[in-house]
């Protein structure tokens, strides 16, 4: 009797904790192949710097500032 209610209470813990470790396992390398993944990790500080030159762009284009003016807040911007 003590046999047979070891061994269900072995293969319950065993499928209970392994299965929960392979879920460990697998949310580990899930994360690990997300974080280098190629993507916007890299690019945040480009982006802001696109966005500005966009922005100068378009004051250029209304108007808002000479031709020399974007000329050197360009310039500024690439620094």
Not at 50 to 60: C, Q, V
């Amino acid at each position: 009797m003590m046999n047979g209610g070891g061994m269900n209470g072995g293969m319950g813990g065993f499928f209970g904790f392994g299965f929960i470790w392979i879920l460990i396992i697998i949310a580990i390398i899930a994360i690990v192949i997300w974080m280098m993944k190629p993507g916007s990790n890299n690019k945040p500080e480009h982006t802001s710097s696109n966005k500005s030159l966009d922005t100068l762009k378009e004051r250029l284009a209304r108007g808002e500032i000479s031709e020399e003016e974007y000329d050197r807040l360009k310039r500024k911007l690439e620094q």
